[in-house]
């Protein structure tokens, strides 16, 4: 069984051993969870992952509860079907779908996960990050993903629905060392339905769109969307499609911040992103190790950040091997 300690990183650690776990079938140990966070231990949040990979795969689990910083985990069968996971609170279903993900590679039969929670929360990708820059970019080397949204869930009550319909699949290695050229920009932004009156999806949009145009990138989709939530939410989604790869960028929307300042955040990451080196933004370059790890080729990063850092040591004690190519800008990635 390995010993882990998981006191350095966050709930990404806690995913990403659950879905190395389930794929290796390798029983883990991790102690120190979330150690270095003001509130340490498993979150509703990363306690729903655990609950959903231990049904998935028939798991032994020691430690699964709320606020509990130790957790076994001893997988047995990796299996199809339906599953249902309730986070109960705002936590996020995007990261949810993230554990499941990788599975896909030693799947024999399809999952389905509905989940409840947050789809549009902090420290998460938003569902249209999710959906029109991760899932497109996976499907481009091989994996058979979609991700039915059913309804939005903003902090604090959550109340989002959504569906991952998951495939087996047979992943190619990607080789994203160049972005190629700048095609254009797609904007998607959304508000709860209590905000129409202010047109602040509107705002956020036109906004965005302008910055992006006075920028000298064109502006190929542009989406403005009101919908039912049970907490009152903005969140908006900028897209950059290049020859090669897609990178996002997002803002969130918060009481007394305008709309007009959302759109300046998503827009003035994604500039810069434009003008720096990478094949995928940021936040991106560690939720992709993982297919990377499994599938081998190479992938260039803006920076490597600390979450890359946890996730290529966690990588390296379920035996797989990801170098860092540093560069003058970046660097690369390669499995």
Do not use: N
């Not at 069984?1 to 966050?10: C, H, K, N, P, Q």
């Not at 959903?52 to 076994?72: F, N, R």
């Amino acid at each position: 069984m390995l010993e882990l300690d998981g006191a350095d990183g966050g709930g990404q650690l806690v995913r990403t051993a659950l879905a190395l776990s389930a794929l290796t079938g390798t029983s883990f140990e991790m102690t120190g969870i979330r150690g270095a966070r003001s509130e340490p231990g498993l979150r509703p949040q990363h306690l729903t992952a655990v609950e959903t990979l231990a049904a998935i795969t028939d798991a032994d689990v020691e430690g699964a509860e709320q606020g509990s910083e130790s957790l076994t985990f001893e997988p047995a069968t990796l299996r199809g079907g339906e599953y249902e996971a309730t986070i109960g609170t705002a936590g996020s279903t995007t990261l949810l779908f993230d554990a499941v993900l990788p599975l896909a590679a030693e799947l024999e039969e399809p999952i389905w996960v509905r989940a409840t929670g947050g789809t549009d929360v902090k420290w998460s990708p938003p569902a249209d990050f999710h959906r029109r820059v991760k899932l497109p970019l996976l499907r481009r080397h091989g994996l058979l993903a979609t991700v039915d949204l059913h309804r939005r869930g903003f902090y604090p009550a959550g109340g989002g629905e959504a569906t991952l319909h998951l495939a087996p699949s047979s992943p190619t290695s990607p080789k994203l060392t160049d972005r190629g050229p700048l095609s254009g920009a797609r904007v998607y932004s959304v508000a709860s339905e209590g905000l129409a009156d202010s047109d602040v999806a509107e705002r956020q949009a036109d906004e965005a769109s302008q910055l992006l145009s006075a920028a000298d990138v064109e502006v190929v989709e542009r989406t403005a969307t009101y919908v039912a939530a049970d907490s009152a939410g903005t969140a908006l989604v900028v897209a950059l499609e290049c020859e090669r790869s897609v990178a996002g960028f997002d803002a969130l929307g918060e009481p007394g911040k305008p709309a007009e300042d959302v759109a300046a955040d998503a827009v003035e990451a994604a500039l810069s992103f434009r003008d720096a080196a990478g094949a995928v933004d940021a936040h991106l370059a560690d939720q992709v190790l993982v297919p990377l790890a499994l599938a081998g080729g190479e992938v260039a990063v803006p920076r490597v950040t600390d979450h890359v850092e946890s996730s290529l040591d966690l990588l390296d004690a379920f035996g797989y091997d990801v170098a860092v190519e540093a560069r003058d800008e970046g660097a690369v990635l390669r499995a």
